[in-house]
T-cell receptor
Framework: AQSVTQLGSHVSVSEGALVLLRCNYS??????LFWYVQYPNQGLQLLLKYTTGATLVKGINGFEAEFKKSETSFHLTKPSAHMSDAAEYFC???????????FGRGTSLIVHP | DVKVTQSSRYLVKRTGEKVFLECVQDMDHENMFWYRQDPGLGLRLIYF???????EKGDIPEGYSVSREKKERFSLILESASTNQTSMYLCASSSPGAVNTEAFFGQGTRLTVV
């Protein structure tokens, strides 16, 4: 079985501040991990993914995430928030050969001027 | 560009109607999924299909059925729509077993049942 927990349904930051969105996963086998972004009334768009290899993964729009097996975490960061980063962010895990992604409940990122 | 296209962005249906949500992908993906998205609940899997005519129930299949007659098309059917099925519905596709295993999503269909 696999699951994802996203800590904080809403995160509020000022423009230019560090963005940190937390994700912890549970999986009985080595996981594939993903972060997606959803803008209002849109589908989900892939930000970045971890499959194998380097544990620090860089994505689009200046985001990155680090896979920490010992902490079962895959937190998303961005050094400096921009107004255009305001959106819903979803962490997802897939594993076990079927590659069916399980999603967290999402974190809404609010960026203040 | 990979494209997953959902036939409608917005739908309004009456209680008891039979509703069809259509999804087409152009990447020759084996896997296709239907998710339901509700505030505070994230994405919940309704059904998925890993091949033509094959389907598996997800976490919340009650009140829904699916059809996959062709590889590129995956339909979600609400047999008798109810108000508690008012939601955003997201279709996705992926290719299993490859390094690039992420799901590609359509734009979503916002269904309102009145």
């Amino acid at each position: 079985a696999q699951s994802v927990t996203q800590l904080g349904s809403h995160v509020s930051v000022s423009e230019g501040a560090l963005v940190l969105l937390r994700c912890n996963y549970s999986s009985s086998v080595p996981p594939y991990l993903f972060w997606y972004v959803q803008y209002p009334n849109q589908g989900l768009q892939l930000l970045l993914k971890y499959t194998t290899g380097a544990t620090l993964v860089k994505g689009i729009n200046g985001f990155e995430a680090e896979f920490k097996k010992s902490e079962t975490s895959f937190h998303l960061t961005k050094p400096s928030a921009h107004m255009s980063d305001a959106a819903e962010y979803f962490c997802a895990v897939s594993s076990g050969g079927s590659y069916i992604p399980t999603f967290g409940r999402g974190t809404s990122l609010i960026v203040h001027p | 560009d990979v494209k997953v296209t959902q036939s409608s962005r917005y739908l309004v249906k009456r209680t008891g109607e039979k509703v069809f949500l259509e999804c087409v992908q152009d990447m020759d993906h084996e896997n296709m999924f239907w998710y339901r998205q509700d505030p505070g609940l994230g994405l919940r899997l309704i059904y998925f299909s890993y091949d033509v005519k094959m389907k598996e129930k997800g976490d919340i299949p009650e009140g829904y059925s699916v059809s996959r007659e062709k590889k590129e098309r995956f339909s979600l059917i609400l047999e008798s729509a109810s108000t508690n099925q008012t939601s955003m519905y997201l279709c996705a596709s992926s290719s299993p077993g490859a390094v690039n295993t992420e799901a590609f999503f359509g734009q979503g269909t916002r269904l309102t049942v009145v």
